[in-house]
Every structure is written in structure tokens, then in C-alpha cells.
T-cell receptor, first 115, second 110 residues
Framework: SQKIEQNSEALNIQEGKTATLTCNYT??????LQWYRQDPGRGPVFLLL?????KEKRKERLKVTFDTTLKQSLFHITASQPADSATYLC??????????????FGRGTQLTVWP | EAQVTQNPRYLITVTGKKLTVTCSQN?????MSWYRQDPGLGLRQIYY???????DKGDVPEGYKVSRKEKRNFPLILESPSPNQTSLYFC?????????FGQGTRLTVV
């Protein structure tokens, strides 16, 4: 069965630095990959989606890469701020080519940005 | 405002007492789903629906029921709740892969 791993449960960095989170998957060929942010006790919020034919996507201070050969996505937050502290979830679709498909989530990485 | 609304936000109930958690979305999305989130296990899909009257099991469907009689509503039903169903539940609706989540329902079964 498919397996999704996010590099670590927790990541602590200093304000202003770049945070890099990793999502690895096995036994899987997703058509697209997504990243979500989740604050304690709240629902995940969509951040970025990257398709299998895209190498990189950016949105403001966020950047996502997708390497289907390595089966890995990297999620970067540049110039990090304490307000970026949250849990970040990686999610992959289950149906190739579908716009609706089921999502499988990693367990998340809890990011803490300290002043 | 585009949103997914779940009710109630918090619920404490006793073993065996049937309950329903409601979910409604105002974005006209065809795809809706229910997840539960437990510490160390992450988000796991319970049921999903690709359209009205079309539902299917996710990864952890045991002990749950759903119905999709209208496009906007997708209630989650626990016919006989048990303590192992104590969890944080999320409803979501999706379009083009992007999922919109509700605020969550924290359920405690004693």
C-alpha cells in the first residue's frame, strides 16, 4: 500500500531563516501533490498544489518542488516568521488524472519559528 | 463566503447513543468526505461521496454511516458510538483536487 512520510514530526528554526519540510512517498504515482497548513484544533487550510509535470511552484514566500523520480516533495518557507508556526501536511491524490480523487495525508511536520 | 460548516463543534456522549454530525458546504462541490484525526495517526478518511446518492468507504469506515441526499449536505452518523470513536472529525469538500475543510468536531464518547 502507499506510504507517505514527512521528514520529521517537529522542526524548530529561527525567524528569518528558510524552513524546508520534506514529503516522501512510496508505492505510489500521484498525479498531483498538495500542502496544507493546520493550526491546533482547526481544519487544514490549502496552501499549494503541484502537478506531476511541474517541477516547482511558488506563492509569495512559499515554494514547492516535486520530484517524481525521487518520489519526494520539498516545501520551503522563506523569511520565516513566528506566525508561520503550525503543522504542515502533505497530501497526495489516489486516482491518476482525476480532478476529484481521494487524498492521502502524511502525519504532518510541526514547525516552530522562534524570534 | 465559501465555507464548510460542521455542527456541533464539541460533543460529549455516552456509549451506544446514536448521534449525527452535520456538514454543509456552499461551494456547489460534488466531492465531499469525512476524516478523523488522532494523535500520531494523522488524517484518515472515513467515507467519501462523489455526488448525490454516491458514497463509498474510505480507510476507516467501521462504525460510521453517511448519506448524500443533497449536494450541499453530507452528515456523518454514528449508530452506536464507542469510546474508540473519540476523535477530532473533519468534513471536507473538494474541487480540482483542493480540499476545503470544516472547523472540526471534537467528539468524546464515554
Amino acid at each position: 500500500s502507499q506510504k507517505i512520510e514527512q521528514n520529521s514530526e517537529a522542526l524548530n528554526i529561527q525567524e528569518g531563516k528558510t524552513a524546508t519540510l520534506t514529503c516522501n512517498y512510496t508505492n505510489y504515482s500521484p498525479a498531483y501533490l498538495q500542502w496544507y497548513r493546520q493550526d491546533p484544533g482547526r481544519g487544514p487550510v490549502f496552501l499549494l498544489l503541484i502537478r506531476e509535470n511541474e517541477k516547482e511552484k511558488r506563492k509569495e514566500r512559499l515554494k514547492v518542488t516535486f520530484d517524481t523520480t525521487l518520489k519526494q516533495s520539498l516545501f520551503h518557507i522563506t523569511a520565516s516568521q513566528p506566525a508561520d508556526s503550525a503543522t504542515y501536511l502533505c497530501a497526495l491524490d489516489s486516482v491518476r488524472g482525476s480532478t476529484l480523487g481521494r487524498l492521502y495525508f502524511g502525519r504532518g511536520t510541526q514547525l516552530t519559528v522562534w524570534p | 463566503e465559501a465555507q464548510v460548516t460542521q455542527n456541533p463543534r464539541y460533543l460529549i456522549t455516552v456509549t451506544g447513543k446514536k448521534l449525527t454530525v452535520t456538514c454543509s458546504q456552499n461551494m456547489n462541490h460534488e466531492y465531499m468526505s469525512w476524516y478523523r484525526q488522532d494523535p500520531g495517526l494523522g488524517l484518515r478518511q472515513i467515507y467519501y461521496s462523489m455526488n448525490v446518492e454516491v458514497t463509498d468507504k474510505g480507510d476507516v469506515p467501521e462504525g460510521y454511516k453517511v448519506s448524500r441526499k443533497e449536494k450541499r449536505n453530507f452528515p456523518l452518523i454514528l449508530e452506536s458510538p464507542s469510546p474508540n470513536q473519540t476523535s477530532l472529525y473533519f468534513c471536507a469538500s473538494s474541487w480540482a483536487g483542493e480540499a476545503f475543510f470544516g472547523q472540526g468536531t471534537r467528539l468524546t464518547v464515554v
